[in-house]
């Protein structure tokens, strides 16, 4: 036996053969939980929405705006990642909350399924703003006073942000992000009365259903409702309202085709 044939034997002996197990739609589907983008004004109802999920429910809180609603969600597990340090370069601070924010994403993403309903970023506005930073102190090191001055590449902070979404997309979890919502333009100071969530422009594409928050005012009374934008997996509740919704309210829309 020569010496290619004998290395050849012992690359096949040492190549590790790799598991490969489909598993059915449905078992799937039983397991996945929903991913949901829940975006709107403030105070129209965002993060109790996502607070009423079944739990055990984990929150990564950038806006400090779900501590007020512990009386209502006492069981809730709660990290803030919202505080500056008072620097002079903001872009530090959030540097450092994206580093947090990827290890909170890492711990949850490896707790067993069965200790984890549902996960909350609240908001992912801030992620995408925090992914921007880190990309440009961390990887293209660019000091503050040239960011105008230079181009780079938009990939590198999307890609940044995507990872951390696609952790979360791949839990067998309930998965709500919530953003801040954003007003379209026309043309130079003329706003459309067009709103869409502030985060990065592909976030919509990897969720389940889309949910735009509002409020109205009906005797005095305050009514929170939610209209559903977008539904992979029931097309025709999209343009739906829901009022006062709750995530079982959505699944019960997505699966039976109810429309509120």
Request: neutral net charge; charged residues 25%.
């Amino acid at each position: 036996m020569g010496w290619n044939e004998e290395a050849t034997n012992v690359k096949e002996q040492e190549e590790p053969k790799t598991e490969i197990e489909f598993k059915s739609l449905g078992e799937a589907k039983n397991k996945r939980g929903l991913k949901i983008l829940s975006y709107g004004n403030f105070s129209t109802g965002k993060t109790h929405f996502a607070l009423s999920s079944p739990g055990p429910v984990f929150i990564i809180d950038t806006e400090n705006g779900a501590s007020p609603l512990a009386k209502n969600f006492p069981d809730a597990k709660i990290l803030n990642i919202c505080g500056l340090d008072g620097g002079d370069e903001d872009d530090l601070d959030e540097v450092k909350n994206f580093s947090k924010l990827q290890d909170a994403v890492n711990y949850l993403v490896n707790l067993p399924d069965d200790e984890v309903g549902t996960v909350i970023i609240d908001s992912i506005t801030d992620l995408w703003t925090w992914s921007q930073a880190y990309a440009k102190t961390k990887i293209f090191k660019i000091p503050i006073n040239q960011r105008f001055a230079q181009q780079w590449d938009w990939a590198v902070p999307t890609k940044l942000y995507l990872k951390q979404i696609m952790k979360l997309i791949n839990k067998n979890a309930n998965v709500i992000f919530v953003a801040r919502q954003s007003e379209k333009y026309i043309g130079a100071g003329q706003p459309s009365g067009i709103f869409s969530p502030s985060c990065q422009k592909l976030t919509p594409y990897w969720v389940d259903v889309v949910l735009y928050h509002e409020i109205k005012f009906i005797k005095n009374e305050i009514i929170f409702y939610a209209k559903i934008e977008k539904c992979r997996q029931n097309g025709k509740i999209i343009g739906s309202v829901v009022n006062n919704p709750t995530i079982e309210k959505i699944k019960e829309m997505v699966n039976n085709d109810k429309i509120l």
